[in-house]
């Protein structure tokens, strides 16, 4: 594993990333988005594939994603007026907004758009310019026309790398300079304006990776991402269950429950351990209040999952009645007490949910967080690393049920079609697994799974173009020279 790497300006030159230097069906793309509307300058931002470390980033610990080759494109232009976010495909309408003021322009909840996203990015610009004290001498109007292909609700981000490249390009527009690490900062906090209680991987993976590589991100104390040398003579591919699953939609049963179960099961462990409940928001501040030196971390990690395994094996489910017993406060006081940082959405939850998994939760954390603690320190051969990510995919199955019966069916297609490991990807609940194949067996990998699933289970007499794909890491976010 490398040394760090996080303060490159994302606007110098090095960044830059010449056409040519990309494929040609990407080289059509960009070309398709140079020539729609008016002229001027592109942004592009790709999705990535997590391969270790599920549902751990929001609760402070290192996951181990890497880019893909897929990515989301954003075209800066400049009309007379307004801002106005438009898209390549007709199939996505055009929204436009009169003003420019970020801090004035407010994501509809309650009315879920695609282009929210880009909102998000140019909210997250300005937010990036202000903690700067950097000050544009005039607000202008823009136009953001977007191109993607990364399939929306698949599991590899879409989302996030429509925000990434959003924000940059209001930076780019502004002639904003900022570091990689500050833009991912300001792209996790941005996206949240769309409901999404997201922990940080897909942003810090879209902006930070680099080719032939997979990162170790750490949020703790701050955001670093180290290279990770992948295991010899594999290859990743990455298969679309082709349910899709979108985080921000339906984000209070899902996605965000989540986020607030594993807080209440951090408060619930502080409070056994008699420490003190005020700023225990992550089961890494749990942790971190434990220990007194890092060789403590993984054994303590440990201990916490066996603590919460045996809470489990006691109680299913609880409710906030629970809660509120165990942590000797009213009911109607968890909110404004232990969630006011993030009352709104978490509201939403507790309105929507009578019980929470809050064991089995922490349990998968602490579980997840230490296989990954682990393959960043000495990554295993390729066999031994299929295992990990096999046991990684039993634990989101079981312990932290963001599986489905589509993905868990891909994934025992992909083991019996020779896969070393597979295990799905993503925030779950439909899009996509990701399998470690031996190099000389990926077409035959590749064959078998199309004909196995897509064909035989779920029915298909042509298989879409995107459903797989492969990758052995991309590079991370960059302004294309055409």
Same mark, same amino acid.
């Not at 001498?137 to 609700?153: C, D, H």
């Not at 295991?231 to 298969?239: K, L």
């Not at 440990?302 to 000797?328: F, N, P």
């Not at 922490?362 to 000495?378: L, P």
């Given at each position: 594993?490398?040394?760090?790497?996080?303060?490159?300006?994302?606007?110098?030159?090095?960044?830059?990333?010449?056409?040519?230097?990309?494929?040609?069906?990407?080289?059509?793309?960009?070309?398709?988005?140079?020539?729609?509307?008016?002229?001027? #300058?592109?942004?592009?931002?790709?999705?990535?594939?997590?391969?270790?470390?599920?549902?751990?980033?929001?609760?402070?610990?290192?996951?181990?994603?890497?880019?893909?080759?897929?990515?989301?494109?954003?075209?800066?232009?400049?009309?007379?007026? $307004?801002?106005?976010?438009?898209?390549?495909?007709?199939?996505?309408? +055009?929204?436009?907004?009169?003003?420019? +003021?970020?801090?004035?322009?407010?994501?509809?909840?309650?009315?879920?758009?695609?282009?929210? #996203?880009?909102?998000?990015?140019?909210? =997250?610009?300005?937010?990036?310019?202000?903690? /700067?004290?950097?000050?544009?001498?005039?607000?202008?109007?823009?136009?953001?026309?977007?191109? $993607?292909?990364?399939?929306?609700?698949?599991?590899?981000?879409?989302?996030?790398?429509?925000?990434?490249?959003?924000?940059? =390009?209001?930076?780019?527009? #502004?002639?904003?300079?900022?570091?990689?690490?500050?833009?991912?900062?300001?792209?996790?906090?941005?996206?949240?304006?769309?409901? +999404?209680?997201?922990?940080?991987?897909?942003?810090?993976?879209?902006?930070?990776?680099?080719?032939?590589? %997979?990162?170790?991100?750490?949020?703790? &104390? @701050?955001?670093?991402?180290?290279?990770?040398?992948?295991?010899?003579?594999?290859?990743?591919?990455?298969?679309?269950?082709?349910?899709? /699953?979108? /985080?921000?939609?339906?984000?209070?049963?899902?996605?965000?429950?989540?986020?607030?179960?594993?807080?209440?099961?951090?408060?619930?462990?502080?409070?056994?351990?008699?420490?003190?409940?005020?700023?225990?928001?992550?089961?890494?501040?749990?942790?971190?209040?434990?220990?007194? @030196?890092?060789?403590?971390?993984?054994?303590?990690?440990?201990?916490?999952?066996?603590?919460?395994?045996?809470?489990?094996?006691?109680?299913?489910?609880?409710?906030?009645?629970?809660?509120?017993?165990?942590?000797?406060? %009213?009911?109607?006081?968890?909110?404004?007490?232990?969630?006011?940082?993030?009352?709104?959405?978490?509201?939403?939850?507790?309105?929507?949910?009578?019980?929470?998994?809050?064991?089995?939760?922490?349990?998968?954390?602490?579980?997840?967080?230490?296989?990954?603690?682990?393959?960043?320190?000495?990554? &295993?051969? %390729? &066999?031994?690393?299929?295992?990990?990510?096999?046991?990684?995919?039993?634990?989101?199955?079981?312990?932290?049920?963001?599986?489905?019966?589509?993905?868990?069916?891909?994934?025992?297609?992909?083991?019996?079609?020779?896969?070393?490991?597979?295990?799905? +990807?993503?925030?779950?609940? $439909?899009?996509?697994?990701?399998?470690?194949?031996?190099?000389?067996?990926?077409?035959?990998?590749?064959?078998?799974?199309?004909? /196995?699933? #897509?064909?035989?289970?779920?029915?298909?007499?042509?298989?879409?173009?995107?459903?797989?794909?492969?990758?052995?890491?991309?590079?991370?976010?960059?302004?294309?020279?055409?």
């Amino acid at each position: 594993m490398s040394e760090a790497h996080n303060s490159s300006v994302i606007t110098a030159e090095s960044t830059f990333q010449n056409i040519s230097s990309f494929d040609a069906d990407v080289q059509a793309r960009l070309n398709i988005l140079a020539d729609h509307g008016e002229k001027g #300058y592109i942004l592009r931002a790709p999705g990535r594939v997590n391969l270790l470390g599920e549902h751990v980033d929001y609760s402070g610990f290192g996951v181990m994603p890497m880019a893909v080759a897929s990515d989301v494109c954003v075209k800066v232009s400049y009309p007379s007026s $307004g801002l106005a976010i438009d898209n390549v495909e007709s199939r996505f309408d +055009t929204k436009t907004y009169d003003n420019l +003021t970020a801090s004035e322009l407010e994501v509809d909840l309650a009315n879920h758009h695609w282009s929210h #996203y880009v909102l998000c990015g140019y909210k =997250a610009a300005f937010d990036a310019m202000e903690k /700067k004290s950097f000050a544009p001498p005039a607000l202008k109007p823009l136009r953001l026309t977007v191109y $993607g292909n990364v399939p929306a609700g698949s599991g590899l981000s879409s989302s996030s790398a429509l925000v990434v490249a959003s924000t940059l =390009a209001v930076c780019s527009a #502004y002639d904003f300079e900022i570091t990689r690490t500050e833009l991912a900062v300001a792209a996790i906090e941005g996206e949240r304006h769309v409901g +999404t209680l997201s922990g940080g991987m897909d942003q810090s993976a879209s902006i930070l990776s680099q080719t032939g590589s %997979a990162l170790y991100i750490q949020f703790v &104390p @701050s955001l670093t991402a180290s290279r990770v040398t992948l295991p010899a003579g594999v290859t990743f591919v990455i298969c679309n269950c082709l349910k899709k /699953k979108e /985080k921000a939609v339906d984000a209070s049963q899902y996605y965000n429950k989540r986020v607030v179960e594993c807080r209440l099961a951090a408060l619930l462990l502080a409070k056994r351990y008699n420490l003190p409940l005020e700023g225990v928001k992550t089961l890494r501040n749990v942790v971190d209040a434990l220990v007194s @030196s890092p060789a403590d971390m993984l054994p303590t990690m440990v201990e916490l999952a066996d603590i919460s395994k045996q809470e489990s094996a006691k109680t299913e489910a609880s409710t906030l009645v629970d809660v509120a017993a165990l942590l000797g406060c %009213a009911e109607g006081d968890i909110l404004s007490t232990f969630f006011s940082d993030r009352a709104t959405a978490c509201a939403d939850v507790f309105a929507d949910s009578a019980n929470f998994s809050l064991w089995k939760r922490a349990q998968h954390v602490f579980e997840e967080s230490a296989r990954v603690m682990g393959v960043a320190e000495t990554m &295993p051969d %390729a &066999p031994d690393f299929g295992k990990v990510m096999n046991a990684s995919h039993e634990s989101c199955r079981d312990l932290f049920e963001c599986s489905c019966d589509e993905l868990n069916k891909l994934v025992g297609i992909c083991m019996d079609s020779g896969a070393l490991g597979s295990r799905l +990807t993503g925030a779950g609940w $439909g899009g996509c697994n990701v399998s470690c194949v031996k190099e000389g067996e990926v077409d035959a990998f590749i064959a078998n799974v199309k004909q /196995k699933y #897509y064909v035989e289970f779920m029915g298909m007499t042509e298989v879409p173009d995107n459903a797989i794909c492969i990758s052995n890491g991309s590079c991370g976010a960059s302004r294309v020279v055409i």
